[in-house]
T-cell receptor
Framework: LAKTTQPISMDSYEGQEVNITCSHNNIATNDYITWYQQFPSQGPRFIIQGYKTKVTNEVASLFIPADRKSSTLSLPRVSLSDTAVYYCLVGEISNFGNEKLTFGTGTRLTIIP | DGGITQSPKYLFRKEGQNVTLSCEQNLNHDAMYWYRQDPGQGLRLIYYSQIVNDFQKGDIAEGYSVSREKKESFPLTVTSAQKNPTAFYLC??????????????FGPGTRLTVL
């Protein structure tokens, strides 16, 4: 099973770029990597998804090296409203065709004024 | 507005009682999911359904039951067999069954406390 490992917490100052790395050493060929953001007592919200190389949208970039054993979520110029928990999700289909989704433990990002 | 609704937001029950959590979506999504989240933990998959009248167990299905009689609705029953039911429960949906490749939309969650 593809398990994910993320730093438990990170601090950053407003206006800086923040990079959060997720390790997924056993990622399978057909797996995609997805990142979610969660505020306290709310459901997670989709940020970005990718398979390889680099993906960019209006809020973040996702960097995936050639071996795909890790991925890095990059948040440009963070603000206080980016304080949240960020989850790395690696999609995996088990041998029986069932969904086997693994949410990481999450990284608690705190933005300091 | 399109989205997912969960009710109630807070729920209190006595130990030994069954309780049903509601999840409704008007996004016309085929797939729906139930997760459990404990304090300081990630999300764990309880059950999921890719189509009406069909559902599959996730990692922690014991003590839970679901039904999918309508595309819009995916209620979760927490039975008395669930040893530690106090948690934050999240419902999600996606446009296609293979959530690994598609964005999941989450509801606001129901916080269940068993006294």
């Amino acid at each position: 099973l593809a398990k994910t490992t993320q730093p438990i917490s990170m601090d950053s100052y407003e206006g800086q770029e923040v990079n959060i790395t997720c390790s997924h050493n056993n990622i399978a060929t057909n797996d995609y990597i997805t990142w979610y953001q969660q505020f306290p007592s709310q459901g997670p919200r989709f940020i970005i998804q990718g398979y390889k190389t680099k993906v960019t949208n209006e809020v973040a970039s996702l960097f995936i090296p050639a071996d795909r054993k890790s991925s890095t979520l990059s948040l440009p110029r963070v603000s206080l409203s980016d304080t949240a928990v960020y989850y790395c999700l690696v999609g995996e289909i088990s041998n029986f065709g069932n969904e086997k989704l693994t949410f990481g433990t999450g990284t608690r990002l705190t933005i300091i004024p | 507005d399109g989205g997912i609704t969960q009710s109630p937001k807070y729920l209190f029950r006595k130990e030994g009682q069954n309780v049903t959590l509601s999840c409704e979506q008007n996004l016309n999504h085929d797939a729906m999911y139930w997760y459990r989240q404990d304090p300081g933990q990630g999300l764990r998959l309880i059950y999921y359904s890719q189509i009406v009248n069909d559902f599959q167990k996730g990692d922690i299905a014991e003590g839970y039951s679901v039904s999918r009689e309508k595309k819009e609705s995916f209620p979760l029953t927490v039975t008395s067999a669930q040893k530690n039911p106090t948690a934050f429960y999240l419902c999600a949906s996606s446009i296609r069954g293979r959530v690994a490749y598609n964005e999941q939309f989450f509801g606001p969650g129901t916080r269940l406390t068993v006294l």
